[in-house]
């Protein structure tokens, strides 16, 4: 029995993240089937999938992935798409497959809209006239919602199923919880690109810092600038200038994408996001199982992760003003904010485990590959 799991890419990123905790639970769950990952370049992620003994291969097109496939032997009994971008290379009509397609990404719904990812794609009308054949699968109950008139006016079934984490990789540094931190240090965990929005977190900052300016020890730090694309390699460049323009050097850093940031995330006080678009990211999952709270653009599902006051705060995407206030509310209480690490570390196991989460996509999968068994006997 073989599962093919097809992304958009191979860039660091929640697709690739959340595709491998997904991966290593059904491998746990059915180890007799034969995983194969395939993503049309061949970028840094793929060590993750090396390190858990994840086969993986890359591909030029739909055409070079099916001979790829065909030299190996490699006849999926299920395709897992990531992405609406991975649609691009489907081939399930090759095999007769109905594929499971997991959505996730919030495209802006009209075609005059900014390029917000650093890839082309296609309006959402493109992509949802040609998911008929598809079971689907949406990370939040806000992006099923956002899509809701292609579904109804195509007649698609689909289902919510949260993104997961991958626990077992992240436990180890839950032991820093126990150090005692000097910093108080605000964490943006992801692309540095246009929609997440990095340089309104830099004007947010520059006002919170300017309202404690006799403080010394508040960090803000940005982890995830990957260089993928000319777009990224700019927005980078313009992060850098407004730091320095704005004597932020001594208290901002940007650091690589990292393959495991979670020290990063058990040594930080809070966590923030200033995304122009998201549908359910994980660094908010990821600093909830490390109990910190987050201040978060209100866009996409990120309000079905952050009860207000409970886990962290929402502020309008574009308000720097709100997002540095909000940074204020965590810092002038950061003691109580520390009491509270095991209150929201133990929301996050009761509503965001990932093992019920990945037991719901495991139950799809695995009836996809016995009915497509059924079929060929």
């Known amino acids: 029995m073989f599962l093919l799991s097809i992304l958009h890419s191979f860039n660091i990123n929640g697709v ?5 905790s997904f991966l290593t639970f059904f491998r746990s769950l059915y180890p007799e089937i034969k995983i194969l990952v395939a993503a049309p370049d061949d970028r840094d992620g793929r060590f993750l999938y090396q390190e858990n003994n994840i086969d993986y291969i890359t591909f030029k097109g739909a055409e070079n992935l099916l001979q790829k496939l065909s030299d190996r032997g490699f006849v999926p009994n299920c395709i897992l798409i990531e992405s609406l971008f991975a649609l691009q290379n489907d081939i399930s009509s090759k095999f007769q497959i109905r594929p499971v ?11 005059s809209f900014p390029h917000l990812w650093h ?19 949406f990370v939040s109950q806000h992006t099923q919602d956002h899509y809701i008139d292609y579904l109804n006016k195509y007649s698609l079934k689909s289902e919510v199923i949260y993104n997961a ?3 077992e990789l992240m436990a180890p540094a839950l032991n820093i919880l126990d150090e ?3 910093d108080f240090t605000i964490l943006q965990l992801g692309t540095v690109y246009e929609r997440k929005g990095n340089l309104n977190t830099l004007k947010a900052f520059k006002a919170f810092l300017e309202r404690n300016r006799n403080a010394q020890n508040i960090k803000l730090m940005f982890c995830g600038a990957r260089y993928a694309s000319k777009d990224e390699i700019s927005y980078i460049d313009r992060t850098y200038e407004y730091i320095y323009q704005n ?12 393959m495991n940031p979670f020290t990063h995330i058990a040594r930080s006080s809070m966590l923030t996001l200033h995304s122009r678009s998201e549908s359910f990211p994980l660094v908010i999952l990821e600093g909830m199982y490390f109990g910190k709270p987050a201040v978060c653009s209100r866009v996409g599902g990120v309000g079905e992760q952050i009860q207000e006051g409970f886990n962290g705060y929402l502020f309008e995407e574009g308000d ?3 997002q540095a206030e909000c940074f204020q509310k965590i810092y002038s209480n950061r003691e109580s904010w520390i009491a509270k690490t095991n209150d929201i570390r133990g929301y996050y196991l009761n509503h965001f485990n990932s093992k019920k989460l990945n037991q719901k996509l495991s139950d799809i999968v695995m009836n996809q590959i016995q009915t497509r068994q059924k079929h060929e006997s």
């Open 16 to 20: 690739l993240r959340q595709n491998l």
């Open 101 to 111: 397609v997991r959505i996730h990404e919030e495209l802006p719904l009209n075609s």
């Open 119 to 137: 890839c082309d794609y296609q309006s959402p009308e493109d992509y949802f006239k040609s998911l008929h054949n598809s079971e689907l699968i």
């Open 165 to 167: 984490l991958n626990e």
């Open 180 to 182: 005692k931190q000097e």
């Open 247 to 258: 004597g932020l050097a001594d208290h901002v850093s940007v650091l690589p994408t990292h």
């Open 320 to 322: 720097t003003k709100g």
